[in-house]
């Protein structure tokens, strides 16, 4: 693929909608979800999209993968850039909730809105905890996975962040397994933080609603933030302070490039893997928080559910120690008892997790098998 290179001037009021891939010189008077950028190089991830901007004259160069990336600017629009979320930051700064949750359908931008609130939160000098609990496009975690971290450093894209905990589930949709998701929410929201925001996925049909409401009362949050039309009654949250935003008018993430967006994030946490063998006796294989024992090289669940061995072939998995997750496997193949696996985890570890999802080797492609 090419790449276009372009220069824009900006002037005060004009919001740049830059999708990724792309890079952004800035000059001038020009911040990001509230985080001055004058002089900087940004890089704006595939499928991610930023609004810069303009509080002033600026100048900004782009470099932007053609086929890829793309790039829009406004000028005088209300329907674009951070304004549309002020109504959220003013109550925010009201009444000073512990925890905000963060509910919307999928590329309504929740994740951006929570580094937008996260960054004025920093500004003022205060932590902030993230929960994110998007199996399917999540951030600080890698798919099929619920990560948590507190900040106190700015930062552009959730992306950018490390998690300091991880709650393994094994899928990358929630129907289903709602109540590990929960589960998995609620072990990790107790975060030493001054205000926890707690990320979401897109699953808001009537029963994606209820369950978002029954993880506004698992995690007892003081704030629910609403981000489009959602046919959703007021008093689903229980009385719970609401606020109701528009979504920006930008451009849209095609389910290629959410995928593409999910394949980034298994090569985050599993770049750079070596091969790891161990005896499968010597440890404890769990699936959705149900054991699982080696029978004759395949795996069977529950004595119920039997996953034979060329389907273990290329299952991303989760390392765990004393029931943490430590870190990440593909598992390559169990031959005689003996599992081996490609992962960059070099610790110990007394448990495999095991996920409905396998990889290819060089994690360009992901398939979803029928097990959960």
Not at 227 to 243: E, N, P, S, W, Y
Not at 342 to 366: A, C, K
Request: aromatic share 4%; glycine share 10%.
């Amino acid at each position: 693929m090419g790449r276009l290179s372009k220069i824009l001037s900006l002037d005060a009021g004009s919001v740049l909608l830059l999708k990724g891939r792309a890079t952004a010189r800035c000059r001038g008077s020009v911040t990001i979800l509230g985080m001055d950028v004058d002089g900087r190089e940004v890089n704006v991830r595939h499928g991610k999209i930023l609004p810069l901007e303009a509080h002033g004259p600026a100048t900004v160069s782009l470099v932007i993968e053609e086929g890829v990336g793309d790039y829009m600017v406004e000028r005088g629009s209300s329907r674009v850039g951070t304004g549309i979320w002020q109504e959220v930051i003013d109550a925010i700064k009201g009444s000073r909730p512990k925890r905000v949750m963060l509910v919307g359908a999928t590329d309504t931008g929740k994740s951006t809105l929570a580094a937008y609130i996260s960054n004025i939160t920093v500004a003022e000098g205060l932590t902030v905890g993230i929960v994110d609990s998007d199996i399917g496009q999540g951030d600080i975690a890698p798919p099929a996975c619920i990560g948590s971290c507190t900040t106190r450093e700015q930062v552009l894209d959730l992306r950018d962040l490390k998690a300091d905990d991880y709650y393994f589930i094994g899928k990358v949709t929630p129907a289903g397994v709602e109540d590990h998701i929960l589960r998995g929410v609620t072990h990790l929201i107790n975060l030493n933080a001054d205000i926890v925001i707690v990320n979401t996925d897109g699953y808001v049909n009537e029963q994606g609603l209820r369950y978002k409401a029954r993880m506004a009362e698992s995690v007892d949050a003081d704030m629910i933030v609403m981000l489009g039309d959602l046919d959703c009654k007021m008093d689903i949250f229980k009385g719970r302070a609401m606020v109701r935003v528009d979504t920006s008018s930008s451009i849209q993430k095609s389910r290629d490039e959410r995928i593409a967006r999910r394949i980034e994030q298994y090569k985050r946490f599993l770049a750079g893997g070596r091969e790891v063998r161990f005896r499968a006796k010597s440890k404890r294989f769990v699936m959705l928080c149900r054991r699982a024992t080696l029978i004759h090289d395949s795996i069977v669940v529950d004595d119920i559910l039997m996953i034979p061995a060329d389907m273990l072939h290329g299952m991303f998995v989760a390392l765990a120690m004393m029931d943490r997750v430590m870190g990440f496997a593909i598992l390559d193949k169990v031959d005689g008892g003996i599992v081996s696996m490609m992962t960059n985890y070099e610790g110990e570890f007394d448990t495999v997790m095991l996920s409905s999802i396998r990889l290819t080797r060089d994690i360009s492609m992901e398939h979803r098998l029928d097990l959960i």
